[in-house]
């Protein structure tokens, strides 16, 4: 079945510093989903991206999808405090309605 | 407000009796889900509603059971035969179909000892 990798697990940064995480998928998709989750909360959605070579910017935050929609990037700028959380990567394939979910990488900023 | 509910917030239950966590959503969306979330382990999709009256397995659906009666509601029940019970649920809910976000619920922290 499909899978989606997420890497790294876990980042520890000093806040301004950048920030990003990449998402990989052992097959093509259809569309990727990004969320973020801050601790003790629940995954609230970012973004979509649904074309291959898709960038979008959200502030300081950049979404990448690749040109083969087999992986995607976000990459937080100058992070901050608030940027705390666990950021997941969630994929359709072309086939299903279920997301797939990366493990998520955690990211702790500390000021 | 329109928005989707999970209670409780903390669950505890003896192991051995089964339990049923709810979820109900009043945003009008066809679609239901249930995942599981332990440390490290990212969100794992147990099941999932299309439309009411129908509902398919997810990634790890043994020990669990679900209904979908009602659009609003999609209740989960967590059976004795779930090896490893405690964790923390999440619902959620979604337009029918690929390409639609997911609204979560607050999520349920069930302890079973």
């Known amino acids: 079945g499909q899978q989606v990798m997420q890497i790294p697990q876990y980042q520890h940064v000093q806040e301004g510093e950048d920030f990003t995480t990449y998402c990989n998928s052992s097959?093509?998709?259809?569309?990727i989903q990004w969320y973020k989750q801050r601790p003790g909360g629940h995954p609230v959605f970012l973004i979509q991206?649904?074309?291959?070579?898709e960038v979008k910017k959200q502030k300081r935050l950049t979404f990448q999808f690749g040109e083969a929609k087999k992986n995607s990037s976000l990459h937080i700028t100058a992070t901050q405090t608030t940027d705390v959380g666990t950021y997941f990567c969630a994929g359709n394939s072309n086939s299903g309605y279920a997301l797939n979910f990366g493990k998520g990488t955690s990211l702790l900023v500390t000021p | 407000d329109g928005g989707i509910t999970q209670s409780p917030k903390y669950l505890f239950r003896k192991e051995g009796q089964n339990v049923t966590l709810s979820c109900e959503q009043n945003?009008?969306?066809?679609?239901m889900y249930w995942y599981r979330q332990d440390p490290g382990q990212g969100l794992r999709l147990i099941y999932y509603s299309q439309i009411v009256n129908d509902f398919q397995k997810g990634d790890i659906a043994e020990g669990y059971s679900v209904s979908r009666e009602k659009k609003e509601s999609f209740p989960l029940t967590v059976t004795s035969a779930q090896k490893n019970p405690t964790a923390f649920y999440l619902c959620?809910?979604?337009?029918?179909?690929?390409?639609?976000?997911?609204?979560f619920g607050p999520g349920t922290r069930l302890t079973v000892t």
């Open positions: 945003l009008n969306h066809d679609a």
């Open positions: 097959t093509t998709l259809s569309n």
């Open positions: 991206l649904v074309k291959s070579g």
């Open positions: 959620a809910s979604s337009g029918r179909g690929q390409g639609y976000e997911q609204y």
